[in-house]
């Protein structure tokens, strides 16, 4: 399986999923119209992760700002990775926020409280 990179630009995060590593990364602004056309590739690519997941999976996820649309497919994702951690596989979440960004803090607490999956907080610098 490759790896699925897609540039960070000003309305869409970068994406970077290694399935060799079993490291999910998306960071950035997330604020496109085009929700569906931008994440279908990675619900796909995440889907086929899933039926050969990496011994131990980490999902990281920064976002600086994300419109409704986006909240939609963050769950869709994160959905996808509790899947695996229901079926036994190890699996962590690492929801990063900037310091003093208290929305972004409480926005991945929000998102911890509805999953059942080891969900982390991290408070990184900006």
């Known amino acids: 399986m490759q790896k699925l990179i897609i540039p960070e630009t000003a309305k869409t995060p970068e994406i970077n999923l290694d399935p060799d590593k079993g490291l999910l990364e998306i960071s950035g602004y997330s604020i496109s119209k085009f929700t569906k056309e931008f994440y279908g590739p990675v619900l796909k690519w995440l889907d086929e992760y899933s039926k050969k997941p990496h011994k131990e999976t980490l999902l990281r996820l920064k976002f600086y700002y994300y419109n409704t649309g986006t909240a939609i497919y963050i769950m869709d994702i994160l959905r996808k990775v ?12 690492e929801w990063q926020y900037e310091k003093e960004d208290e929305d972004s803090m409480e926005y991945g607490e929000d998102f911890r409280d509805i999953l059942s999956l080891p969900f982390e907080i991290v408070e990184v610098e900006e």
């Not at 509790?82 to 979440?93: H, I, P, S, T």
Request: charged share 40%.
């Open 82 to 93: 509790e899947a695996l951690y229901k079926k036994g596989f190890k699996v962590k979440v």
